[in-house]
């Protein structure tokens, strides 16, 4: 079989392509959100006890977060390539708009992570205490904030807001940043995203905490047995919060991308009182209809209900696919003819009757190139399946917390020991071996490391499946972003990224590996 | 002055000395600049050009995006006139 001409087309190849590198660029971000996170509490114990074991500590979790670090960098720039070569169409026409966001992240990033960085890593010396931690909390807050922007430049695409299509250089321009920059669907998508990682990097620092209690590291017993403390209460913290931002996020794609939540939830033909379906057969009454619109009995429309138009809870009718597809064409049409009077130099009332066929339709613009309303219904079974995995780990993951730290409680209380007269009070654990932690728990929070991945990288299908066929939704279809391009040149790409990378994966791991054996050393 | 000499004298070490006293880090340095150098030398240079740039004359980019768009769109249903917003 030859894998250059493999039965895709140049639509399917650049997708996939887009797809494997963000993907793998995602496996960097949350590590490097949440062990930044954990490793900033851990220097400000430094700071404010002045104990160098958590100077230590702080400094073992650097190296590996510097690892992270380092193997991540530059990972998402191959991703503005692939948009100026394999979505040319889609670059020009939103390029100033999604630009934007991505050029605030470029400079901070480089500014503000590549100095503090520094400093986290050759200061420890040269520079105050206090300047050192303000410089680990900034390298966390700069890596935070370039995370913001990015997920603001995707969330223009699930929910474009803040511009005006020009049909004279046929690109959208931005009339409002602030629309763009602090937009709803942004907001929710960003804490979501960022408080998940911090379960990532949680469930990180449990499992190498724990590898070294179950090899009975004795150098790094104390390190361990503390970090899994404060990791732990983080994770906890960190499931709690992403169930609830993940139900404020379900709100917003509710309102703004009902496909998307029908196709989550498999879920055909829409109502009142929904229920939430664990697997198919099985569901949570109601929950569906809460977890959408907040109220037990609110109406969710269903993949049909979207297709035929529907009637929303304040009364404002959503018109049919067909219906947006003839304005869309409509909307196409008109600009063709704008832009053909405009060249032939042609009078202002045909211009202008052109202009206004166009932005009154301009809403449905991208379903002008919908051949068939099948087309506008994303892969049911990845979206369904993806939000069960991911909601399904970050229950285990608010389980998983809770446990460890019942452990770790258990071990502090002091108890009878009947082993000596008179009853003394004193640990139930020795001050060797595992701590309180049993050998099934830790196993576990080993196991969990690839789960938690699992979780983060779901929570990306969902998303950005549950909007297919849109790049930018109701705008563009995947169909017209992509570049005229030959499928086999894509693929060679493709096939040069799974290599390039699953050789980079192995690389970090096996560092990675290595550090962790090495240990406080 | 001095202040300010001072200061440059100290940024100026805290990476001489940092870059010096690497251990790891000189590891994944190399793996940085490996890396760098493969996806701006390599992928940019050969295998991700601009395609607009490549395809559509300087200055009728926008022609060109449009002729692209209208090759992929539906026939239109309404060619002239359309519907409001409301």
New interface residues.
């Given amino acids: 079989m030859n894998l250059l001409t493999l039965d895709l087309s140049a639509i399917d190849w650049a997708r996939a392509q887009f797809a494997l590198t963000a993907i793998y660029h995602w496996l960097f971000v949350p590590l490097t959100l949440g062990l930044g996170l954990i490793m900033s509490i851990m220097e400000t114990k430094y700071y404010r006890t002045g104990d160098a074991f958590w100077r230590k500590t702080t400094q073992f979790w650097q190296?590996l977060f510097?690892?992270n670090f380092?193997?991540g960098?530059?990972?998402g720039?191959?991703l503005e390539?692939?948009f100026?070569?394999?979505w040319?169409?889609y670059?020009?026409?939103v390029g100033d708009i999604f630009g934007a966001p991505l050029a605030i992240e470029g400079i901070v990033a480089f500014f503000m992570e590549s100095t503090f960085v520094?400093?986290m890593?050759?200061?420890w010396e040269?520079?105050s205490r206090s300047f050192h931690l303000a410089s680990t909390w900034l390298t966390w807050l700069g890596a935070t904030i370039s995370a913001w922007w990015i997920l603001v430049a995707n969330s223009w695409m699930q929910y474009p807001v803040g511009c005006e299509f020009n049909p004279?250089?046929?690109?959208n321009e931005m009339t409002s940043f602030a629309d763009v920059a602090l937009s709803p669907f942004a907001i929710d998508k960003f804490c979501h995203t960022a408080i998940s990682s911090w379960i990532v990097g949680a469930v990180f620092v449990v499992a190498v905490s724990g590898w070294y209690l179950l090899k009975r590291r004795e150098a790094e017993r104390e390190m361990a047995l503390k970090s899994i403390r404060i990791a732990a209460i983080v994770g906890l913290i960190a499931s709690v919060l992403a169930g609830a931002t993940g139900h404020k996020s379900a709100q917003t794609v509710a309102a703004v991308q009902p496909m998307k939540l029908a196709a989550m939830e498999a879920l055909y033909d829409g109502g009142t009182a929904q229920g939430l379906k664990i697997v198919e057969g099985i569901e949570v009454p109601y929950a569906l209809s809460f977890m959408a619109t907040n109220d037990f009995n609110g109406f969710v429309p269903g993949i049909n209900d979207i297709l035929k138009g529907y009637t929303r809870a304040d009364g404002t009718v959503e018109p049919s696919a067909q219906e947006k597809?003839?304005?869309g064409?409509?909307?196409?049409?008109?600009?063709?003819?704008y832009?053909k009077a405009k060249a032939e130099g042609a009078d202002d009332t045909t211009v202008n009757c052109q202009l206004s066929?166009i932005n009154?339709?301009m809403?449905y613009f991208g379903y002008?190139?919908?051949?068939d309303e099948a087309e506008l219904v994303p892969p049911v079974a990845v979206n369904f399946w993806a939000f069960r995995v991911m909601v399904g780990f970050g229950g285990l993951f608010i389980l998983f917390f809770a446990v460890i730290l019942f452990f770790d409680w258990r071990k502090k209380r002091p108890t009878p020991n009947p082993s000596r007269e008179g009853g003394e009070l004193l640990p139930i654990t020795g001050e060797v071996g595992r701590g309180a932690f049993p050998a099934w728990l830790l196993w576990l929070s080993i196991a969990l490391v690839p789960c938690a991945y699992i979780c983060s990288e779901s929570g990306w299908l969902v998303a950005e499946f549950g909007r297919q066929p849109w790049t930018i939704q109701d705008m563009l279809p995947v169909?017209?972003s992509v570049?005229?391009?030959g499928s086999s040149?894509v693929a060679?790409?493709f096939w040069?990224f799974l290599a390039?990378f699953t050789t980079?994966l192995a690389?970090e791991i096996n560092?990675m590996l290595k550090?962790i054996k090495r240990g406080t050393e | 002055m001095t202040t300010h000499e001072s200061f440059w004298h100290?940024a100026f070490?805290?990476?001489y000395?940092?870059?010096r006293n690497m251990t790891?880090?000189r590891?994944?340095?190399l793996?940085?600049a490996i890396?760098?150098f493969?996806?701006f030398l390599v992928?940019?240079l050969f295998?991700?050009?601009?395609?607009?740039s490549q395809h559509a004359e300087k200055g009728h980019?926008?022609?060109f995006?449009?002729g692209?768009?209208?090759q992929?769109?539906?026939?239109?249903?309404?060619?002239?006139?359309?519907?409001?917003?409301d």
């Fill in positions: 190296r510097g690892i380092a193997m960098i530059a990972t720039i191959i390539f692939e100026g070569t394999n040319s169409n670059s020009w026409f520094a400093v890593y050759f200061g040269k520079v004279d250089t046929m690109r597809m003839e304005r064409r409509a909307a196409l049409a008109s600009l063709a003819a832009r066929i009154s339709n809403p002008g190139f919908i051949k169909g017209a570049s005229d391009i040149a060679t790409t040069l390039l980079m690389v560092i550090q | 100290k070490h805290l990476y000395d940092g870059f790891l880090g590891t994944l340095w793996i940085i890396k760098l493969v996806i992928l940019k295998f991700f050009p601009d395609f607009i980019e926008s022609d995006v449009a692209e768009l209208e992929r769109m539906e026939p239109p249903v309404v060619p002239q006139g359309g519907q409001s917003e």
